[in-house]
């Protein structure tokens, strides 16, 4: 697709929509924060939710795009949720024509956290997610330099003592999520569940890397965090999720099965059972689930076709081809999908709704 540029009106903002009815919803456990320190703040709209939506009108106007429709250079906008900047050393350039030859509209940079030698990046080796992936200030920068098309994520090493601050600060710069979250650590310890009540403060999702005795432990009691903390949106990512739609799932060892689906996994129970879980289909995790058995991938994508989110993680040059499971995820969701509703709903709507883009 040509790309048209010149001068043109930054893009209509975040803010405009803050005014819709879903905006306006205050947040039920931060009272405190409806004591306005700043003028000019809509009634119902608490000071961070403000302060978030003031750095993200700051972000798209630092520099106008392509006037070329709702998302970009495609008649079909394309929100891609799971990438990464200096992914397995891949410079800018390459991963900026990656996106485009996937033809994603919107990209969400996931950060790593810093590096530091802790049992939860297993001593050092996780850092960068384990892929060289670039930290906080970087993503954000990128997406500062490429506001029509990027958008950032806020991401620490959990269980460092700052981590809830580090990850505050680059949500009130504009963060749209915390991710992407690849530690060594209980899903269900303090310093995890300080992130979950922030997520919910900020109003943005939390995305988690499950792998077996590897990343994110715990997922089998991952439902009693899904119930206490009711007001955070959950993303699930990764092999020991997306090998979990299958009810026959015993051997946690195994990653990427092949066999044939039976529903009623744990994955698909939580995301039928709690309205505050949603699946990333990224990696070739997310591609595994919907080849391995694609009868069933077109049940599932129908049981949950608003939980759905289309996400690459994929570290390949070219944007297309075996070896991108990224462009092999889109061609799979238009397979798939039962309806062009619903195609849509995963390539683009859900993220627009949960990313609040
Ligand atoms: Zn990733
Ligand atoms: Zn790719």
């Not at 009130?172 to 650590?185: D, S, Y």
Request: glycine content about 8%; some cysteine; overall charge positive.
């Amino acid at each position: 697709m040509p790309i048209t540029c010149g001068l043109q009106k930054p893009k209509q903002l975040p803010v405009k929509k803050a005014y819709t009815t879903d905006h306006m919803r205050t947040l039920p456990n931060s009272p405190s924060h409806q004591v306005s320190t700043v003028n000019f703040r809509p009634p119902g709209f608490s000071r961070r939710e403000f302060l978030r939506a003031s750095a993200l009108l700051t972000l798209s106007a630092a520099m106008p795009g392509c006037k070329t429709g709702e998302g970009g250079w495609g008649p079909e906008p394309i929100i891609d949720i799971h990438q990464h900047l200096g992914y397995s050393g891949r410079s800018d350039e390459v991963l900026l024509a990656h996106q485009r030859a996937m033809g994603v509209t919107k990209t969400i940079l996931l950060p790593a956290g810093r590096p530091v030698n802790t049992a939860s990046t297993h001593d050092g080796r996780s850092n960068g997610l384990e892929a060289q992936c670039l930290g906080n200030e970087f993503c954000y920068r990128f997406a500062k330099a490429h506001p029509r098309h990027y958008l950032f994520a806020a991401c620490e090493v959990p269980d460092l003592p700052d981590a809830a601050q580090q990850i505050e600060d680059y949500l009130k710069l504009g963060g749209v999520a915390i991710a992407e979250l690849k530690f060594g650590v209980e899903c269900d310890s303090p310093e995890m569940q300080k992130l979950y009540e922030l997520a919910a403060e900020y109003r943005v999702p939390v995305l988690m890397h499950w792998q077996h005795k590897m990343y994110s432990y715990g997922f089998e009691r991952f439902y009693l965090m899904l119930e206490k903390h009711p007001q955070t949106t959950f993303i699930g990512h990764a092999q020991t999720w997306w090998a979990n739609i299958d009810k026959h799932h015993t051997d946690q060892s195994v990653l990427y099965p092949k066999s044939k689906v039976t529903p009623g996994g744990l994955t698909d129970r939580y995301l039928s059972d709690y309205p505050n879980m949603y699946g990333d289909l990224s990696a070739g995790s997310g591609l595994n689930a919907f080849t391995r058995d694609e009868d069933h991938a077109r049940e599932f994508i129908q049981r949950h076709q608003d939980k759905l989110l289309y996400g690459s993680d994929c570290n390949d040059h070219d944007g297309q081809g075996s070896k991108c499971s990224g462009a092999g995820m889109i061609a799979a969701i238009r397979r798939l999908s039962p309806t062009k509703d619903i195609q849509r709903k995963l390539l683009y709507k859900n993220a627009k709704r949960v990313f609040r883009i």
